[in-house]
């Protein structure tokens, strides 16, 4: 169903969080979060998550980086461009990585899985064919599920998935989620009704991806033999 602004008593990106809310449920209900919480989930289960989640931030970052083009004004780019050049989860993934024995040159020569491909194509599409609201929608469900991952998680005693979960419990992506809501409701603000599709399709398709991305690291999903 269609969401209009002018009938939200909330914000459109609260409204979106709500209808999105059964997917992010299976997100955290997920046995690697649950298995990552108990301490647990297997180690290389947890090495093949790092190495997707770098691949796939790699893809996100080229996703904000055609976003910059889109930009309506100075201030705008301006905003835009802080997000670009300040990777916030970068210094974790080398420190992660270092700690399971990875390095990005192992990353980039394992590749992308079929999921993780399939979600940076979606958002690169995204931002290739429409606006900036649909852009921001798409970058949205990734560090706003990360974020309310660290209410979730609570503090935990394994050695090494402690040292991942710390910073989200800290609050690492507050500020990015704080930021492409703010893209996503003041663009809803002036959006038509083709857009405000576009942004509730972009949105609810990352959330499923998010999903995916998950169930796919539980599983070490790989692409099937040639």
């Known amino acids: 169903m269609l969401c209009r602004v002018k009938d939200m008593a ?31 989930l297997p180690l290389e289960k947890f090495r093949y998550y790092m190495t997707q989640d770098y691949l796939y931030l790699e893809g996100f970052a080229r996703t904000v980086a055609l976003a910059l083009a889109k930009a309506p004004d100075t201030h705008n780019l301006e905003l835009l461009s802080h997000r670009v050049s300040t990777p916030v989860e970068r210094p974790l993934h080398q420190k992660m990585m270092g700690l399971v024995g990875l390095t990005p040159e192992e990353a980039q020569a394992i590749g992308r899985s079929p999921t993780c491909m399939g979600y940076v194509n979606h958002m690169l599409a995204t931002a290739s064919l429409m606006g900036l609201g649909p852009t921001a929608a798409a970058l949205l469900p990734c560090p706003w599920t990360y974020h309310e991952l660290g209410d979730m998680l609570g503090e935990l005693e394994h050695p090494v998935y402690s040292q991942w979960s710390a910073p989200y419990i800290e609050g690492l992506l507050a500020d990015s989620v704080a930021a492409w809501r703010s893209f996503v409701d003041e663009c809803a603000k002036t959006a038509g009704a083709v857009e405000l599709e576009q942004m509730r399709t972009a949105f609810m398709v990352s959330s499923q991806y998010e999903w995916l991305f998950w169930h796919m690291a539980y599983n070490m999903e790989a692409w099937p033999p040639i």
């Open 10 to 40: 909330d914000s459109f990106s609260e409204r979106l969080r709500a209808e999105a809310s059964p997917i992010w449920h299976q997100i955290y209900a997920n046995p690697f979060l649950a298995e990552l919480k108990a301490g647990t």
